[in-house]
């Protein structure tokens, strides 16, 4: 795993066995959980940039894992809220049962892309995901991530 990866996902916040009907809602209950997140400069702004992503090409993985995101000024750091859902929400021909919500700041494309390639490599398999969405604290949650 990638040293900044690792660091990102640190600071990440987590919530775990989120119930919402959609995965819109659940956009919104991430961006709520981010709220006072030093690193977020403009909430409103993120919540447009990372709902007009979401028009353009929502990112699902077929494992069940959705990664609603923007490259935005809104943050001057890489913002990241985890969910796990407590009930699968649907979303095109895949059921998702985790959420990564990213602000990227522009400048840190390099960043980005390690988080994504971690996170694309160990969340490949539903089974990897399913084993994730049993957790309920993060370091037991990030070393498991890590292990797979």
């Not at 956009?27 to 993120?46: F, M, R, S, T």
């Not at 990112?59 to 750091?77: I, K, M, Q």
């Amino acid at each position: 795993m990638s040293r900044k990866a690792i660091e990102s996902l640190r600071s990440a916040t987590f919530v775990w066995k989120l119930t919402v009907p959609s995965i819109p809602d659940g956009i919104e209950k991430l961006l709520g959980a981010v709220v006072g997140n030093p690193a977020v400069l403009d909430l409103n702004h993120l919540r447009e940039a990372v709902f007009e992503r979401q028009k353009m090409n929502p990112s699902v993985l077929p494992s069940g894992v959705a990664f609603p995101h923007a490259r935005t000024d809104a943050v001057r750091a890489l913002v990241i809220a985890v969910a796990t859902l407590a009930a699968p929400l649907p979303a095109s021909a895949v059921s998702v049962q985790m959420m990564f919500l990213i602000g990227v700041p522009k400048s840190a494309a390099k960043e980005y892309l390690e988080l994504m390639s971690l996170l694309t490599r160990n969340l490949r398999t539903a089974s990897a995901v399913e084993q994730l969405c049993r957790f309920t604290e993060k370091d037991e949650f990030l070393n498991a991530l890590a292990a797979t």
